[in-house]
């Protein structure tokens, strides 16, 4: 059973600061790494994605970093943002697009 | 748009009680998904389907059932409800195409097993 072991639990940060999470895997199927974002009463929603041809991938304030040999990949937020506050998942696909996610990380990031 | 739409988005049932999640995805995806979310344990996958006719067993699978016979609609199956299934349950689809496939997720039902 693949196994994706997500730190921390929860994060508190304050407005402007660096939110950072971070997610190690077993193993996977595709080499595609993706965080998701889900608010409360909402169905998770994917936030950006990497594939380990390369080592980070910016969008925004949103940055992947991935250690192939690690197993690691980590999820930076710049300039973090109260309506960033939501909690986030790392996940890890399997061959028929089944995801095994992380545990969660609840971010508060406070005004 | 309606993307992936699941109902009921809530559901109070009686320990024994039987009912149908359902979902269904109007994108033409071929792959679906149910999963369960409880505090602190992330979304844990009960069962997936890779196109009609065709499902697998995922983490948690005991006490659902699924089938598809049609690429847009994927239901869940309690068989008889007990309060350990007292969860959020979410639906999800994705597509073949690549390797880079979002799934897109329902805004889940809430169900409470009293």
């Known amino acids: 059973q693949q196994q994706v072991k997500q730190s921390p639990q929860s994060l508190i940060v304050q407005k402007g600061g660096i939110s950072i999470i971070n997610c190690a895997y077993e193993n996977t199927a595709f080499d595609y790494f993706p965080w998701y974002q889900q608010f409360p009463g909402k169905g998770p929603a994917l936030l950006i994605a990497i594939r380990p041809d390369v080592s980070e991938k910016k969008e925004g304030r949103f940055t992947i970093s991935f250690n192939k040999s690690a197993k690691q990949f980590s999820l930076h937020i710049m300039d973090s943002q109260p309506g960033d506050s939501a909690t986030y998942f790392c996940a890890v696909p399997g061959s028929a697009r089944q995801l095994t996610f992380g545990s969660g990380t609840q971010l508060t990031v406070l005004p | 748009n309606a993307g992936v739409t699941q109902t009921p988005k809530f559901q109070v049932l009686k320990t024994g009680q039987s009912m149908t999640l359902q979902c269904a995805q109007d994108m033409n995806h071929e792959y679906m998904s149910w999963y369960r979310q409880d505090p602190g344990m992330g979304l844990r996958l009960i069962h997936y389907s890779v196109g009609a006719g065709i499902t697998d067993q995922g983490e948690v699978p005991n006490g659902y059932n699924v089938s598809r016979s049609t690429t847009e609609d994927f239901p869940l199956r309690l068989l008889s409800a007990a309060p350990s299934q007292t969860s959020v349950y979410f639906c999800?689809?994705?597509?073949?195409?690549?390797?880079?496939?979002?799934?897109?997720f329902g805004q889940g039902t809430r169900l409470t097993v009293v």
């Open positions: 999800a689809s994705s597509s073949q195409t690549g390797v880079n496939t979002e799934a897109f």
